[in-house]
């Protein structure tokens, strides 16, 4: 495939993505992604994170960046090429081989009826990558990117392996086509605390060693600041503040981030985090509301954000939706479009 060299990696543009529910015999609609825009760079490797509550939209904007779910609405550009109109062949031969998922239950990947390394030989056959013997050598050599080898895991079973091990079986399966992006979503949530860590570090190394880019969706700010390149928060199927993880996380200023990071006590994120925000004060309709989807539990709510949406400022170099920070220049940058942060 052809590519220019300021083509993006990954072009999200004002991506929807509607739902319908049905009550009785009415049906609702709501957007669970709504207009989200994020832009990965292809000159360098980056780890972007996308955090955000249960319910903000992650895994679905996940799942339409690997083609799992279509868009209802916007633009999914891979390198040169718009997802949607990829012909079959060209997603098995080409994008599947680039794009590689990573889920958050390792086992659930794994039938417990088959061996581990059952996966291994069967990814390596499908892309008719080597014999036998070169792939064994093979196999050998991503399962040691991830800290393994092949003699640790050859003739065991899934049940045989920690989580930590199992997942990182999993993402040495992900490197066997050479991916250039893992969509990695909430990769290290059931793990203990000690081996997050370790499978954040082999997200930077995979980055720094082998030019892999990692989307990393998480509830855990911590890991996402420390792993994160470029973070996005989302809420409500909006992104509403986009930057590097240093301005995001280190000085949030949309006010539903800053209830993030106060929200959250640094070790097990994940479970702390449902627990500590206050479901009661969620209210129902904030994925339909008109206006800013976070007025009804803002703590600097202004009259025009219950009828009006934020559009994006840019402020402090970072991409807010919010309109605290709504002054003349961010006005005229908003005025030409969706501000994007790369
Ligand atoms: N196939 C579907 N049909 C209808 N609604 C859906 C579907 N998939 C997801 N949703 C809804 O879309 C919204 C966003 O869900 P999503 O799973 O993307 O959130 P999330 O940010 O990944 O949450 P979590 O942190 O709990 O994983 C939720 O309200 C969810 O119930
Ligand atoms: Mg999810």
Redesign the pocket.
């Known amino acids: 495939m052809s590519q220019q060299s300021n083509t993006p990696l990954l072009k999200i543009e004002d991506v929807t ?1 509607v ?3 049905r009550e009785g015999f009415s049906t609702t609609e ?1 957007h ?2 709504d207009k989200a825009s994020i832009t990965i760079e292809a000159d360098s490797p980056k780890i972007f994170a ?1 955090v ?12 339409m960046v690997l083609g799992m ?1 279509t868009p209802s609405m916007g633009i999914l550009q891979y390198r040169d090429r718009v997802l949607a109109e990829l012909s079959n062949k060209e997603l098995k031969q080409w994008f599947y081989k680039e794009v590689q998922p990573v889920f ?1 239950d390792p086992f659930a990947a794994f039938s417990p009826l088959k061996r581990i390394d059952h996966y291994l030989y069967e990814t390596v056959r499908n892309y008719k990558m080597a014999s036998r013997k070169e792939a064994d050598a093979y196999i050998d050599s991503v399962l040691r990117e991830v800290g393994l080898t092949l003699a640790e895991v050859k003739g065991r079973y899934p049940n045989e392996l920690s989580g930590g091990q199992a997942q990182r079986v999993a993402i040495a399966r992900a490197l066997i086509t050479k991916p250039k992006l893992i969509v990695a ?2 990769p290290v949530s059931m793990l203990d605390a000690s081996l997050r860590m370790s499978v954040v570090n082999m997200f930077r190394k995979l980055k720094e060693e082998n030019q892999v880019s990692v989307i990393y ?1 998480t ?1 855990d700010l911590a890991t996402a600041y420390y792993a994160g390149d470029q973070v996005a928060v ?1 809420l ?2 909006w992104i509403v503040e986009k930057g590097t993880s240093e301005q995001v996380l280190g000085n949030p200023l949309h006010p539903y981030t800053q209830n993030l990071k106060t929200s959250i006590p640094s070790v097990n994120v ?1 479970d702390a985090w449902k627990e500590k925000i206050d479901l009661a004060v969620v209210e129902a309709d904030e ?1 339909t509301r008109t206006g800013c989807k976070y007025a009804g539990r803002c703590p600097f709510v202004m009259d025009k954000c219950h009828n009006h949406i934020p559009p994006n400022f840019v402020h402090e170099g970072r991409a807010v939706k919010c309109f605290l920070y709504e002054d003349p220049e961010t006005m005229a940058q908003a005025a030409l479009g969706e501000v994007v942060v790369t």
């Open positions: 993505k739902f319908h529910i709501f669970a992604v996308i955000g509550e249960s319910g903000s939209g992650k895994t679905t904007l996940a799942r779910e958050q979503d909430e969706i509830h989302m409500r199927g994940s994925y």
